[in-house]
Structures are given as C-alpha cells and as structure tokens.
C-alpha cells in the first residue's frame, strides 16, 4: 500500500508538471518508476531501507525498464526542433580535430594511437624510416565484426621496437583481448588472450617475453564481485600459454591478498627489476625489487623496498638510480633517489616539497630525470642533469598542461603532449642539446580559436572558509547572466587541469560559459587537498561545488534557472549530493555514469577495488561515511529537484548500470516536478572505449538540454520538431 501511494503521487505530480512552461510538448507519458520491492536491513543501529535492491541483478525486467526509459528520453531529446542542426555542428567540430595519445618510441620506431580527423576511432600507427603505417585499422576491424563499437583499451611496444602488444575491447566494455602485432609487417603473431583487462606491465629486457595482468576465469556460480579479486601476473613467450607467476592463487612470491595486483616493471638499463602491489584504487603502492635477469622466474628471492606507509605513489629508474614520487611528511610531493638493491632508508631528497607547486611525476631519460610539476591547473618542467642534484626549470612553448610523457633511459630528452583548455594538444620533443622543442606535428589542432574565449582563473570561498579554485572559460564578450554548466569530480587524487576537451569546447562555441571547480577529494592543491575530501571528509567535496556555483551567480555570470552541474562516475557523488543539498541551486544535473548509491557499491563487481577510496559497510565509520556520501538514500518525497539527465552504458564495467538506474528510479519516485531523464546506450560502457559519434550524440544532448531548461527561445521540446 505505501509502495501504491508513493508511486500514485509521483504520478500525479508528473502529470501536473507537464503543463509547466518549460514541459515537453506532445511526446507521450514518461513510463513510471519501477516496482517498491523494500528491502530493510539494519547497519551499525540504523535502519535503512532500499526500495530497489532487486535492481541490482539487472533482471530482464530491469533491463526492459531502463530500456523504456531510454526510449522516453531519446523521444524527448529528439522532439527538440534544432537538435538535428546541433548534432551537425558538433560533429563538424569534433571531426575537424586529430589526436595522438600513447606515444613512445623504441628501435627507432615511433609507436602511437591516432583518431584522424573524422575518423570515429583511434588507431594504431607506427612510424619509421622506411614510412608511416597502420598497425590496428579499427575502422576496419569494426567492420568485420558488424560494426559494433570496438576500440584499443592499452599499447605497449617491445623495447626493441620489433613488436607491440595490444588490448582491444568491445562496446564500451573493457573487457580487452591481447594481442601482439609485428611491427614491420602488422601480422598478428601472438594472440588472443581473453581477461587481459588491466593488460601488460612489462616486456623482458631481450624483448621475447611479456608480463601482463590476466583476470581470474569465474565459475558460473561466482558472484560478480569476484571478477577483480585474485589477479595474477602472467608471463608470455608468445608461443606457449601464459604462466600465472605471482598474485593470490599462486603459491609462490611475495604473498598478496585477494584484492591486490601485481605488476613487474623492468627498465631497460635498470640492474633490477621491480615488483609492485598496488591494493585496490590505492594510489600508494608497495614494492620490492630483485636481480633483472630473474624477474621471470617463480623462484626469484624479491626484496623488499617500501610499503605503503612510505607514501610512495610512482617511480622510475635510470641504470643503478631508482626515483620515487612520494608525499610522506611533502603534501605536495618529493622526489627520492636510491641506489639499486640499498635500503629505502639510504634514499636522498632530490626534489624537496614546496608547497607552491604539486609534483605530478618524475620521467627518467639519459641526459637527466624530466620532473613534472605545476602551480594551479598550468605545467612547469624541471630538469635534473644526470649525475647531479642541480636543478633546472625549463620553459615550456605555451601556458597549458603537460600530459603524455615518454622518456626512455638510453635516449636523451622528452616528448610529451601539451594542451590547455582552449588549445588542442601539440606533440613535442625536448632537445637538452640545444635546449629546443620541435613540434612533431602529430595531429590536427582543429576549429577552434583560442583568441574566441577568455580564461580566468578564480577562488571560490568554502562553507568552511577554505578557498576553492575554479576555472571559468567564456566566450569572448559574454555578458550577463547566461547559461553555464559547472563540471567537477573529486575522488582519488584525479585532477581536473587544464586540458583539452572537445565536448566542452563544443558546448563553449555554442556561447555556454564553462566552469571547472576543483573541489575537494582531487590532487590538484595535492595529499592534503585530496584528504579533505575523503571519508569523514567526503561532504566538503560537494559543498565546493556548491561554493563555485554560488561564486558564480556573485560575480553576476550566470543565475540559478541558467545554472547547471556536470560530472561522472566518482564525480556522481558529486552531482547526486549536491543536487540533494540544494536542489534550490540548479536549473539542471548532467550525472554521467554516477556512483549514486554508495552504500551499496562494495556488493558491485568495481565495488571491492574501491574500499580503499570509499570505505566499507563492514566498519562503523565505513558504514557512517557512505551513507552520507549516498545519494539515492538522500532522495526525499515532496522535494523540488532540478532537471536531471542521468547517463549510463548497459556494459559498463566500472560504475553497474543498476546505480543510475536506481537514481533515476527514486527520482522518479519522490514526485519531482521536473525531467528526471534516464539516458541509455546499449553499446557503451563507462564512456571509455566509446567512438567519437557515441560522444558528439551525448554532448548535443546536454547542450539542447541545458537550452531548454535555461528557457532558450526555440528549445522546448515539441513532438513534430
């Protein structure tokens, strides 16, 4: 009976609604929310009740629902009259630009992925004397196989150059084969090998053998969140089948957990090999070294270096020098140097802590070891000659961010990628000879003019006095309130800097202003930074974006029927708290593949990987931190919600559908008055692997979207448009 009435009021609301002057126009009845099924379970003296666990085994009646609702929105969205031109333009857009990522260069060869202008896929391409060529034509192996979304998940070049291995995955879902290609013919010659999602770690010195990652095989009665757990690190000659070397279910190595990964490193000019256990999505990591020659061999007698608590987060090595990234007693980082095969207790500060800047990573080539730092969002590039603890700053060509950076140890200097949020990538390699950049003139920068927008840089001020940075991209000359869409993530130490984005650029050459808040949980102001917005912490994350958003609508930028939030995945914390916090803010929410229902995310098949991050019901404090940072479980009945466009990929391996699904589900359920629209595609996962089309389609809906619930002349949506 209380399911009966909840859903008979939110029926009455939702047909109350659809005269309002923002409502869609002559597109049906949205299908209601699926059945109240409570489940009601006490945690740590708290009685907490879920309307829709049985969501959770995406059931055929789930499925058919989300489905149904997907349907809804697209009829929606496709009723707007001048979506269809948008979709256009967009398109246009994106496809005038060519990207490059995953360079590296090794034998000579120059090895790289590249999405050439209106291609809708990466490729893999390799370069050398004898010419340019494609290894992996995507376009191509898509048509071979029905053309379902497919595309290259990881690139790993032999260090000889003569080979690469290859993950490619399809439909969004990750779930990559390996491969190894040759490279001067582009034959197969190894491959498949199926669970090779977190794909290789390593070649052998001599180039003939591959350590790599493989995925457990689940029985049929396994349940989903065991596909993460007990990871194995395989080595590959390529000819026979890989053997499982070290990891949980082996009974030989350093002892792991269930829960913990093992990736073997080699450096081509390192003495010793190095073994990693990274715990989960735990940023530090624990590592122990041993002789190079035996890092294949089950029996090796690794060494332990550091643990945890040692704070270290990367590292990189050059000959007999290994170089650590860790943030004990520097919460913006150091750079440590030791010896191979001495003590951690013997390492030296090479780059101390300075809390004007956060060090980003250290790359190790054999002129010096390139130290890559910034202030704020922007890059600055140190240089540390080898066989000195001199530092130098080397000018960078632009103001931007430094992304994608290869160094090899026998070779001299640096190539990294450099963009900014108005100005594509630019490959360039660093000379220390004659102190020189040379533009590869690897891709294509596009339509777009920098000198069309102003970028400023800008500090909200917290709810607990904290000052929040933001960056706010405008069209030249926007004046006035106008339409602005706020994005923001804020878990794991990720930054949002400045890079590139051709779905915000599309929505800024439309005349939407764009803001990028740093809140609280990211690395951009560094350890701390990302501290204090984690666990206990968790609430400040989304209480920064509250602060940029009303900072906004201050400086008299936009106001609240034109202002929007955007996020995804962790970022759906974000957006699911605070759209619940202060759905008084916000004309609408773009809540992409969210983590919305926290409290039940450890029981999802990513859920275990993410205890570090997140925390787990099993402890009091765990249990305390995800309910608040549980979205679903803050949905009200009677509450005035902005607009919301949930996203989701029914293959989506990292966030389950069911979480988005259950959102919009409860959503739907309190009786708001206003879209709760629940977006599905059927070929995607959690957006990574998607083709450029499946992207430029999703950002020319949240820009209709965010033109009709602005109030847009002409943006309503109207069945017959």
């Known amino acids: 009976m209380k399911s009966m009435t909840l859903m008979g009021a939110a029926a009455l609301v939702l047909l109350a609604a659809a005269a309002g002057p923002l409502a869609a126009q002559g597109v049906g009845a949205q299908p209601g929310p699926p059945p109240v099924r409570p489940v009601t379970e006490t945690l740590w003296g708290v009685q907490v009740t879920d309307n829709y666990r049985y969501m959770e085994s995406l059931d055929p009646q789930t499925i058919d629902w989300m489905k149904a609702q997907g349907a809804y929105t697209r009829k929606v969205m496709d009723a707007i009259g001048p979506l269809a031109a948008l979709r256009t333009r967009v398109s246009a857009f994106t496809g005038s630009f060519g990207f490059v990522q995953s360079i590296s260069e090794f034998g000579g060869r120059t090895f790289y992925e590249e999405r050439k202008p209106g291609a809708d896929t990466f490729d893999l391409v390799v370069s050398d004397p004898s010419g340019r060529r494609t290894l992996v034509d995507m376009t191509k192996l898509r048509a071979d196989n029905g053309g379902k979304p497919m595309a290259i998940n990881y690139i790993l070049p032999s260090f000889d150059g003569s080979k690469v291995a290859v993950g490619i995955s399809e439909g969004g879902s990750e779930d990559a084969s390996l491969y190894i290609y040759d490279a001067a013919s582009g034959a197969r010659i190894a491959g498949p090998i199926d669970r090779a999602q977190f794909g290789p770690t390593s070649w052998s010195l001599d180039s003939k053998q591959l350590f790599f990652v493989r995925l457990k095989k689940l029985g049929p009665s396994d349940p989903g969140t065991e596909k993460y757990r007990d990871p194995s690190l395989e080595v590959w000659d390529l000819a026979s089948e890989p053997v499982p070397l070290l990891g949980s279910l082996t009974s030989h190595g350093p002892k792991f957990t269930a829960d913990e990964t093992p990736v073997v490193a080699v450096s081509p000019t390192s003495p010793v090999g190095v073994l990693i256990s990274q715990n989960g999505v735990q940023n530090e990591i624990k590592m122990w070294t041993v002789p190079v020659a035996r890092a294949a061999d089950p029996d090796a007698p690794w060494t332990l270096l550091l643990d945890r608590a040692d704070g270290v987060t990367s590292l990189d090595a050059r000959g007999d020098d290994i170089f650590l990234l860790s943030h ?394």
């Not at 602005?484 to 779905?503: C, K, M, P, Q």
């Not at 990302?530 to 602060?547: M, V, Y």
């Open 328 to 721: 004990k007693d520097a919460p913006t980082f150091k750079v440590l140097s030791l010896k191979a095969g001495a003590p951690l207790s013997s390492a030296t500060t090479l780059v101390p802590v300075d809390p004007k800047r956060v060090i980003e990573g250290v790359h190790a080539a054999a002129d010096a070891l390139y130290v890559l730092t910034r202030e704020g969002d922007y890059s600055r590039l140190l240089r540390i000659p080898t066989g000195t603890d001199k530092i130098e700053e080397v000018a960078l060509p632009t103001k931007g961010h430094v992304s994608d950076v290869f160094t090899d140890p026998r070779e001299t200097g640096v190539t990294f990628a450099l963009e900014s949020w108005v100005l594509a990538p630019t490959i360039f390699h660093y000379d220390p000879v004659n102190h020189s950049f040379t533009d590869r003139h690897l891709g294509v920068r596009g339509d777009i003019n920098p000198a069309d927008f102003k970028v400023s840089d800008l500090e909200a001020k917290g709810h607990d006095g904290v000052m929040v940075p933001y960056t706010l991209i405008q069209p030249k000359g926007a004046g006035g309130p106008g339409v602005t869409v706020v994005e923001a993530y804020g878990s794991y130490g990720i930054s949002n800097l400045a890079d590139f984005s051709t779905r915000r650029a599309a929505m800024m050459r439309e005349g939407i202003n764009y803001a990028v808040c740093a809140v609280r949980g990211g690395g951009e102001l560094g350890e701390a930074w990302r501290l204090g917005g984690k666990d206990a912490n968790k609430p400040n994350t989304w209480k920064d974006i509250i602060s940029c958003s009303e900072d906004l609508i201050a400086r008299g930028v936009t106001e609240k029927g034109k202002l929007f939030i955007l996020g995804g995945s962790a970022g759906g914390i974000t957006m699911g708290r605070a759209m619940t916090e202060r759905p008084d803010l916000f004309a609408g929410v773009f809540d992409l593949v969210p983590a919305a229902n926290t409290l039940r995310m450890e029981f999802s098949p990513n859920g275990p990987d993410n205890i570090p991050e997140f925390g787990s019901i099993k402890t009091e404090q765990g249990f305390k931190d995800l309910y608040a940072d549980d979205s679903i479980l803050h949905v009200k009945a009677g509450v005035t919600y902005p607009a919301v466009m949930i996203s989701t990929g029914l293959n989506d391996p990292r966030v389950s559908p069911w979480e988005p699904a259950k959102f919009a589900a409860a959503l739907l359920a309190s009786g708001t008055p206003n879209p709760v629209l629940l977006r599905v595609d059927e070929q995607a996962g959690h957006g990574i692997g998607s083709t450029r089309t499946q992207g430029d389609l999703l950002a020319a809906d949240w820009i209709a979207f965010a033109f009709w619930r602005s109030g847009k002349e002409g943006w309503q949506p109207v069945a017959g448009n």
